[in-house]
């Protein structure tokens, strides 16, 4: 069995930081590309950023310049430095990777979600 366990959420005032972190525990699994999603509140989830295992990066528009996405292959863990936070990126973040059990193809797993919180 895998899993994900986030850290790193919390209450933050606009033009702060924040880093996220996602570990996934386990054994006998492979890591294929890690990601960070969000939902704030009545809206749907949405993709914040992405990183394959080679390490190429994706992120969305409202992200983009002002966090960062990292992954260390050898804890099995992924990043999210957010900078120059903003009330509206208020949401729970969630952490997503695609992991295959030996012997499987593989499957999105997700963690239980960490709060954000952007005071303005």
């Known amino acids: 069995q895998v899993q994900l366990v986030e850290s790193g959420g919390g209450l933050v005032q606009a033009g702060g930081s924040l880093r996220l972190s996602c570990a996934a525990s386990?054994?006998?699994?492979?890591?294929?590309?890690m990601g960070w999603y969000r939902q704030a509140p009545g809206k749907q989830r949405e993709l914040v950023a992405a990183?394959?295992?080679?390490?190429?990066?994706d992120y969305a528009d409202f992200g983009r310049g002002r966090f960062t996405i990292s992954r260390d292959n050898a804890k099995n863990t992924v990043y999210l430095q957010m900078n120059s936070l903003k009330p509206e990126d208020t949401a729970v973040y969630y952490c997503?990777?695609?992991?295959?059990?030996?012997?499987?193809?593989?499957?999105?797993?997700w963690g239980q979600g960490t709060q954000v919180t952007v005071s303005s």
């Open positions: 990183i394959t295992s080679g390490g190429s990066t």
């Open positions: 997503n990777a695609d992991i295959a059990l030996r012997g499987y193809i593989a499957v999105p797993y």
């Open positions: 386990g054994s006998s699994f492979s890591i294929k590309a």
